[in-house]
């Protein structure tokens, strides 16, 4: 059974920055994909940025792309989002989610994610 554990949010003011963690257990990592995404309201969740395990390709969106850096740590099984110049409007819920078939055009889509975490919140706020 795969379990994702994210931590690191929290509140912080605008222009600072946050380190989300995603600590993975019941499965060793080989072709995935480790994703974050993020809820702001309803049941959408938006992509935010996405690694391939193995070979460490990185992706992420226009929204935070240069401002949001996405690592793992394949040693550890855990994945990272360091998030700098936080805007307010990054305030969400984030999660990070697993994709055991790393296939490119699904990267974005959450459907294609076998498993999530539960979460952790982060407020961007003066």
């Known amino acids: 059974q795969v379990q994702l554990a994210e931590s690191g949010g929290g509140l912080v003011q605008p222009g600072g920055s946050l380190r989300l963690s995603c600590e993975a257990s019941?499965?060793?990592?080989?072709?995935?994909?480790m994703a974050w995404f993020r809820r702001t309201s309803g049941d959408e969740r938006e992509f935010v940025a996405g690694?391939?395990?193995?070979?460490?390709?990185?992706y992420y969106s226009d929204s935070v792309k240069g401002r949001f850096t996405i690592s793992r740590d394949k040693a550890k099984n855990t994945g990272y989002l360091q998030m700098s110049s936080l805007k307010p409007e990054d305030t969400a819920v984030y999660y990070c989610?697993?994709?055991?078939?790393?296939?490119?055009?699904?990267?974005?889509?959450?459907?294609?994610?076998?498993?999530w975490g539960q979460g952790t919140r982060v407020t961007v706020s003066s």
């Open positions: 019941g499965r060793t990592f080989s072709n995935d994909h």
């Open positions: 989610a697993v994709n055991p078939r790393a296939i490119l055009s699904t990267l974005r889509t959450p459907g294609a994610y076998d498993y």
């Open positions: 690694i391939r395990w193995m070979g460490g390709h990185t």
